[in-house]
């Protein structure tokens, strides 16, 4: 493959974030050429501890800052040729609780990077991906075999999905009005090292860890398609790098598990008691089950990924926390003060 774009200097959005970080992380080790500059709020699921290892390094800038800083945007976009927009706040419980943070950041904060992008750079030069989440399609029925492809019709059903797509919208009408250098993807749920322990994977971990019991919504019957967040970031430079202008991609491991079988799948490789688990209340408008058609991502840029490698990523990932109990455990203790 040609590729379309060719990738010198990073303005990352978010990157001190779950997914942010593992990107980061991945480019300054394997990817000599390429310089990053981080902007990061640092609200409470942005850590700059993640990447501090960097801060000597001449490819590696962080700021702090918002994007809804236009001013600020302007100054960082303009020694970049690539922009990677990931700042967002994406716990659905959240949302739901306080929708107006998601809206300023997910939406506003959207915008203002294009505003920022169209002065800086009104010839198009400059190539901006958006990364997004499968939640933006709404929900599909369980024990069928239908999966949401790129044109199936957006239905968020949280405030946080609504957000997002939003944001998607947005910056599909950037590049068909102004031309601008778009991309969006859209991905499944994510598990690795450094991600906040609110989301399943590692709230179950860490709180098997502390002797806790495991908090699971409803029935536990929700399906969720499961990618581990090295080969989302993979796929995410594929696509930066290969991907025509203005196109849109899922991204997925087509690794679909319940959440009582995942739970079930953690205990097990923790050697613990099912008894462990505590059925809660359902989370409102809870989906029951999220699956990506990823062949136009497979067809297109020849992007594939060995979902068989599940249960090996998953025990990766369960050592990364029973390793790091510091970087988790004052996270959790700030959770519950």
Request: aromatic fraction near 8%.
């Amino acid at each position: 493959m040609k590729p379309q774009h060719h990738i010198k200097h990073i303005l990352i959005t978010g990157g001190c974030g779950f997914i942010g970080t593992n990107f980061v992380r991945f480019i300054l080790k394997n990817k000599p050429k390429i310089k990053i500059i981080n902007l990061d709020l640092l609200t409470y699921a942005g850590q700059r501890e993640n990447l501090i290892e960097f801060e000597s390094s001449d490819r590696y800038q962080f700021v702090q800052g918002d994007v809804c800083d236009f001013d600020l945007l302007t100054e960082l976009i303009k020694p970049c040729d690539t922009i990677v927009h990931m700042a967002a706040e994406s716990h659905v419980d959240r949302s739901i609780a306080h929708a107006k943070p998601f809206i300023q950041t997910n939406v506003v904060g959207t915008q203002t990077i294009l505003d920022a992008l169209k002065h800086v750079d009104p010839q198009n030069n400059k190539r901006l991906l958006y990364v997004s989440t499968d939640e933006v399609y709404g929900e599909l029925p369980l024990n069928t075999a239908e999966k949401f492809h790129e044109l199936s019709p957006l239905q968020p059903r949280s405030p946080y999905a609504a957000s997002k797509a939003a944001g998607d919208l947005i910056v599909h009408a950037a590049h068909h009005t102004f031309n601008q250098q778009t991309l969006i993807t859209r991905c499944s749920n994510n598990f690795g090292p450094y991600q906040y322990p609110e989301k399943i994977i590692p709230l179950f971990v860490t709180n098997i860890l502390q002797g806790k019991k495991l908090p699971l919504y409803g029935d536990g019957l929700n399906v969720r398609d499961w990618i581990y967040v090295d080969d989302h970031v993979k796929a995410l430079l594929c696509i930066l790098e290969f991907a025509e202008n203005g196109s849109i991609y899922n991204i997925g491991a087509n690794c679909e598990k319940s959440n009582i079988e995942l739970t079930h799948q953690i205990l097990n490789l923790l050697n613990v008691s099912q008894e462990m688990i505590q059925h809660v209340a359902d989370r409102l408008a809870h989906d029951r089950r999220y699956a990506l058609d990823t062949k136009k991502l497979q067809n297109e840029l020849n992007w594939n990924v060995d979902s068989s490698r599940f249960d090996q990523h998953l025990t990766n990932t369960i050592n990364w926390y029973n390793n790091n109990t510091n970087w988790w455990s004052s996270l959790k203790d700030q959770q519950s003060s």
